[in-house]
C-alpha cells in the first residue's frame, strides 16, 4: 500500500520488536522461485518484503510430508512488488503458487483471472473468525478471492502534556475522543501556550493522501465508488457532494493552518513520525509503528520529550552484532509502556461528525492462490495454513502487525508491545472499518486521485469536488491514465 511502514512491519529483527516494542528496517534479497524436481512439491509464497522474514519462518511449519512450503521476498516498493507478481501471473509462471497481495489488489487479481476463489468452506469459516473490516478487502463480486494474513489501522497520536496544559487537567490512560475541529483548535491553542503546533498527516502525492481522503470521505457518510466497483459516488447526490466537501474541506484546514509543518505538503509516514519525535506536533494521524519507534528512539536519547527512557538504552537497542540481547521482564516494558504514556498517547481517529466514531482505511497484506500454480489443492491448504489463528499470532508477537483474528487482541504477548490493542480492534469492525474502493481499476483511480488532490490546500474544496469526480470517471473509463 505504498511507503508502507503502515501496512509493512515484519521483519527478524521486529520478531524481537514485537515483545521489545521496537521497530526496524528489512530488507531481504529477491529468491528466485523454482518447482523442485524430484524431491516431492514445492509451494513458493511471494511475500511483501516488510513481513517476509516472518512467513518464511511461518512458510516453514506449513510444510508437510506431501509438499515443502518457501517463502521469498518480493521488492521493497509496493508498486514493484504489484508489478512482479503481475508479470508473473500475466506470463504464467507456473512456479507461482501464493501471492502476497496488497489489500487494494484483490479485486484486480480477482477480475484479471489471476487470484483463485477459495474455497467455499475455507471462505465461510473466514467470515466466522475474521474481524469484519480486513475480510472486505478481500471480496470481490461476492467471492472471496484471498485470505488476510495481517492488518493495520491509523489511530491520533498525541503530546499528552502539551494536550494536558491546552486542557487545564490530567488526561489519564482513558484516550480522548476528539474531533478534526478540536484537533485544529487545540493545535493552535497550544502555540498561544508555547508548546508544540503541527499536525502531522500524509499529504504527499501518493497512496498515503488518498488514504487520509478516504477515511475523511466515509467518515463524513460519503464513498467513491458504489457496490458495484464503478459507479463513482463522489458528487452523485447532494449528500455525497456535501460528504465530499467536507473532507476536503479539513484537508485544507489543516493544510492552510498557522503553525503547521512547513513541509506539510510533502509529509509521509516517517515524516508524520519525526515531526512528532522531534517534538515539533502536538498530533499525527499515523499507523501503530510508531509507539515502538518512539519508545525506541527516546531510549537512545533522541526524542526530546522522552528523556525518562534513555536509562533503558541498552536493552531497547542493543548492538546489531549481539549474540543473545536482554529480553525486557514484563515489569520492564510495562515501566516503559507507563512512562512513554505520560507524554506520548494514542487516541481514537479523530471523527469528522461529533459522536460518530470515524470509519478508519483499512491496510493490511491478504494471502491469494495463483492461477499460475501446479497444485491447487495443496496450494490452498497452505494459504489455510499461512493465514490462520496460528499464523496470525506468529505475524503478531513476531511481526508486529495488527492480527485479522478479534481474540489474539487479547493475547498477552501481543499486549505487551501494543497498548493499544483493543482501539485497533474497536477501529475495524463492521462499521468503523472503511476500505478504500474495491475495483480492479483501483491503481489507475489512485494515481489520478493523487495528482487531483495535492498539493493538498490549493483548490477550494467544492470545484475540487468536481475535479476529483472526473479523474475518478476518468480512470472508470480507462482513460487518463497518466496525470
Known sequence: MTTRRRTRLGTRRRSRAA???????????????CGTEGEGITLNVYAPADGATTVMEVAETCSTSEYKVVGHSLPKSADDQRLQLARRAAGNDRTMDIMGLDVNWTAEFAEAGWALPLPDEMAAAAKKTML??????????????AAPAWTNTQLLWYRKDSLEKVLGRKIGNTPPKLTWDQVIQYAARSGELGGPTQVEVQAAQYE???????????SAGGRMLADDGRTVTLTDTPEHRAATVKALTIMRQLATAPGRDPSFTQLKENDARLGMETGKAIFQVNWPYVFASAKQNGAAGT??????????????????????????????LNEINNLTRQKFDFAPYPAVIAGKPAKTTVGGINF???????????????????????????????????PVFSKLYDDPEFRKAYPMASLIRDQLQENTAAVRPITPLYTAMSTLLQATLTPVGSQEPDQLADKLTEAAQKAMDGKGLVP
Not at 498515503?208 to 466515509?218: A, D, H, R, S
Not at 536493552?315 to 546489531?320: F, G, Q, S, T, V
Not at 495463483?370 to 499464523?391: G, I, M, P
Open 19 to 33: 515483545a521489545v516494542g521496537l521497530t526496524a528496517t528489512m530488507a531481504v534479497t529477491l529468491l528466485a522461485g
Open 132 to 145: 469484519a473490516g480486513p475480510l472486505k478487502t478481500a471480496m470481490w463480486q461476492d467471492k472471496q478471492y
Open 208 to 218: 498515503g493522501v488518498v488514504v487520509w481522503f478516504n477515511t475523511l470521505l466515509e
Open 303 to 332: 526524542v526530546p520529550f522522552l528523556t525518562e527512557l534513555e536509562k533503558f538504552n541498552e536493552l531497547l537497542n542493543p548492538p546489531k552484532d549481539a549474540t543473545d540481547p536482554p529480553e525486557p521482564t514484563t515489569a520492564q
Open 368 to 402: 491469494a492462490v495463483a492461477k499460475t500454480t501446479r497444485y491447487e489443492k495443496q496450494a490452498f491448504a497452505a494459504l489455510d495454513c499461512l493465514t490462520n489463528e496460528k499464523a496470525g499470532r506468529t505475524y503478531a508477537v513476531k511481526g508486529g502487525t495488527p
